[in-house]
T-cell receptor, first 114, second 114 residues
């Protein structure tokens, strides 16, 4: 079974600064995908970024980028130029061969201060 | 395209009753997954349906069931409600439902059991 661990329950950052959220996972699968989702106070879960395990290049989406270390089973999310709208709960998720199942970490509450 | 929709958004039920929640996926998506989100347990996978067939099931008692219709709309049912079933129930849709595909989430149904 896969496990996903987010060791930072809460983080805070000043507007315009950079913050990194950590995630580690454990799996015996070789082909899998990793995701970061954002859940603002409105509760709609939104996909932030996706990383294929077979790709060495780290995924980027505008201000969001990941640092994927496959050997270390680490998948951190970097948010640059933080904005007030980035305030949300962030979940790291693992998608493997199990149909329709994402395994989520416990989440990190990120607060961006003006 | 319209996003994933869930009805109702809020529900209050009494212990022992049963409840049915509905989910309409993004047009063209054939896979629907259901998750339970609670403060204590986080996001837990309930089950996944694809082309009207349950392909995967999480570790929940038989009181939790679901189905999918030919138009890919899905329902989940919880019978004999318990206080511990109070949660946010999230539905997500995906083109295929394999781990490689990102899931798109609905706004959720907040179920309160009294």
């Amino acid at each position: 079974a896969q496990t996903v661990t987010q060791s930072q329950p809460e983080m805070s950052v000043q507007e315009a600064e950079t913050v990194t959220l950590s995630c580690t996972y454990d799996t015996s699968e070789n082909n899998y995908y990793l995701f970061w989702y954002k859940q603002p106070p409105s509760r709609q879960m939104i996909l932030v970024i996706r990383q294929e395990a077979y790709k060495q290049q780290n995924a980027t989406e505008n201000r969001f980028s990941v640092n994927f270390q496959k050997a270390a089973k680490s998948f951190s999310l970097k948010i640059s130029d933080s904005q007030l709208g980035d305030t949300a709960m962030y979940f790291c998720a693992f998608g493997g061969t199990s149909y329709g199942k994402l395994t989520f970490g416990q989440g990190t509450i990120l607060t961006v201060h003006p | 395209k319209a996003g994933v929709t869930q009805t109702p958004r809020y529900l209050i039920k009494t212990r022992g009753q049963q409840v049915t929640l509905s989910c309409s996926p993004i047009s063209g998506h054939r896979s629907v997954s259901w998750y339970q989100q609670t403060p204590g347990q986080g996001l837990q996978f309930l089950f996944e349906y694809f082309s009207e067939t349950q392909r995967n099931k999480g570790n929940f008692p038989g009181r939790f069931s679901g189905r999918q219709f030919s138009n890919s709309r899905s329902e989940m049912n919880v019978s004999t409600l318990e206080l511990g079933d109070s949660a946010l129930y999230l539905c997500a849709s995906s083109p295929q439902g394999a781990g490689s595909y990102e899931q798109y989430f609905g706004p959720g149904t907040r179920l309160t059991v009294t």
